[in-house]
């Protein structure tokens, strides 16, 4: 039972790449999240969808964009990375508000 | 604006004697609480939830909350601390809207000292 799987763990890129952080449930949930955590930050929403065909903005979209590819899959882009976008991003899954399921988390270094 | 508030960066405590972790929210209406454990390099753990009834909920590995309306808080507790409960932890709110998302506060590191 996997749960949540993200890939990759961890990725370092340098100003101005792009790359795609994937993520897919196994849970049948309906709902999605994209996280960044910072230090002393705790977890800022990027996007969600809150179900399939749908996505929305949440706290810090600026510089990603999201695409939920089907129920199971949903993943995060970077167009052109900044050091700023250093950070581990976290996805997660859910059924209602009862509680979210969190994969292993990417850690992301812009350099 | 909705936000959490995790007010202790940490807190230190001996094996054996009880913990306090505090968390006190601004969401409006009556939303779900929250706490997650973070253990180094994994992801969030579930510990436990309230939605509604009794204001001490229990949870895994021994952790409880209690709910307070008045005061907005949602603080967790443990009777005896554990070396092995070091770890950071995390308050979040469910606002109660269609998105399920979840507000975080900023974490609370936990050092259970021998």
């Known amino acids: 039972n996997a749960g949540v799987t993200q890939t990759p763990k961890f990725q370092v890129l340098k100003t101005g790449q792009s790359m795609t952080l994937q993520c897919a449930q196994d849970?049948?949930?309906?709902?999605m999240y994209w996280y960044r955590q910072d230090p002393g930050m705790g977890l800022r929403l990027i996007y969600y969808?809150?179900?399939?065909?749908?996505?929305d903005k949440g706290e810090v979209p600026n510089g990603y964009n999201v695409s939920r590819l089907n129920k199971r899959e949903f993943s995060l882009r970077l167009e052109s990375a900044a050091p700023s976008q250093t950070s581990v991003y976290f996805c997660?899954?859910?059924?209602?508000?009862?509680?979210?399921?969190f994969g292993q988390g990417t850690r992301l270094t812009v350099v | 604006a909705q936000s959490v508030a995790q007010p202790e960066d940490q807190v230190n405590v001996a094996e054996g004697n009880p913990l306090t972790v505090k968390c006190t929210y601004s969401?409006?209406?009556?939303?779900?609480l929250f706490w997650y454990v973070q253990y180094p390099n994994r992801g969030l753990q579930f510990l436990l939830k309230?939605?509604?009834?009794?204001?001490l909920v229990k949870g895994s590995y021994g952790f409880e909350a209690e709910f307070n309306k008045s005061q907005t808080s949602f603080h967790l507790k443990k009777p005896s601390a554990l070396v092995s409960d070091s770890a950071l932890y995390f308050c979040?709110?469910?606002?109660?809207?269609?998105?399920?998302?979840?507000?975080f506060g900023s974490g609370t590191r936990l050092l259970v000292r021998p």
């Open positions: 997660a899954s859910s059924e209602s508000n009862l509680g979210a399921f």
């Open positions: 849970m049948n949930h309906n709902s």
């Open positions: 969808s809150a179900s399939e065909g749908t996505t």
């Open positions: 969401v409006s209406g009556n939303p779900y």
């Open positions: 309230y939605i509604t009834g009794d204001n």
């Open positions: 979040a709110v469910s606002p109660l809207d269609s998105s399920y998302k979840l507000i």
